[in-house]
């Protein structure tokens, strides 16, 4: 089954620097798509990041950067330059293989709660 | 602002009685998703429906039924209901092109529901 862990329940970091969010997954399927949310306090979930399993390059979105590799099947967030509006709980998710016409339902992992501190 | 509207933003009911939670998704968006955000089981996938049919079903009880109307707005509906439906619900919407494509899901900001 595919599954999606994320084992630092809570970070610091401090105003400006770079932080980086771990996230591993299983699955046994070639096809296969990786996001980040961010969750702030308010409750809404934010789309962050994507990274689809056959993409050559790193993805990489304003001061977001996916350090995907494939091997280790690590897909880390990477947040450069911390803001203290990044403090929020981030989700890694992934989207079921659409190998065999799967559905798009996205599997999460429990999220990481990240405090910027000035 | 993702363009997905949930209403009611909160809603607080006894247990044992039905309610019902309503999603518009984006513009163009045919896919609908229904999450359930909970403290015990984080955030788990109910149910999809795509242009008005119904296709996957995750961790969603008997109790829990959904439906798309031909607008493509959707209602949850969760009858029965007990102290530990008590969670957050999203709905997200997708264009669901087909295929290995990006196609992510935007999430409206939730119902946030309390059961007493």
């Known amino acids: 089954a595919q599954k999606i862990t994320q084992t630092q329940p809570g970070m610091f970091v401090q105003e400006k620097e770079a932080v980086t969010l771990d996230c591993t997954y299983d699955t046994s399927d070639p096809s296969y798509g990786l996001f980040w949310y961010k969750q702030p306090s308010s409750g809404e979930m934010i789309f962050l990041i994507y990274?689809?399993?056959?993409?050559?390059q790193n993805a990489t979105e304003g001061r977001y950067s996916l350090n995907f590799q494939k091997a280790r099947k690590s897909a880390n967030l990477v947040i450069s330059a911390s803001q203290l509006g990044d403090s929020a709980m981030y989700f890694c998710?992934?989207?079921?293989?659409?190998?065999?016409?799967?559905?798009?339902?996205?599997?999460f992992g429990t999220g990481t709660l990240l405090a910027v501190q000035p | 602002d993702s363009g997905v509207t949930q209403t009611p933003k909160h809603l607080i009911t006894a247990t044992g009685q039905r309610v019902t939670l309503r999603c518009s998704p984006r513009?163009?968006?045919?896919?609908v998703y229904w999450y359930q955000q909970s403290l015990d089981q984080g955030l788990q996938f109910l149910i999809q429906y795509y242009n008005g049919e119904e296709r996957a079903k995750g961790n969603i009880l008997e109790r829990f039924s959904a439906q798309q109307f031909p607008d493509l707005h959707s209602e949850l509906n969760l009858s029965s209901l007990e102290l530990g439906d008590s969670a957050l619900y999203f709905c997200?919407?997708?264009?669901?092109?087909?295929?290995?494509?990006?196609?992510?899901?935007?999430f409206g900001p939730g119902t946030r529901l309390t059961v007493l």
């Open positions: 990274q689809g399993s056959y993409d050559q």
């Open positions: 513009s163009g968006d045919l896919s």
């Open positions: 997200a919407s997708s264009v669901d092109r087909g295929g290995g494509q990006r196609d992510e899901q935007f």
């Open positions: 998710a992934m989207r079921e293989s659409r190998y065999g016409g799967a559905t798009n339902k996205l599997i």
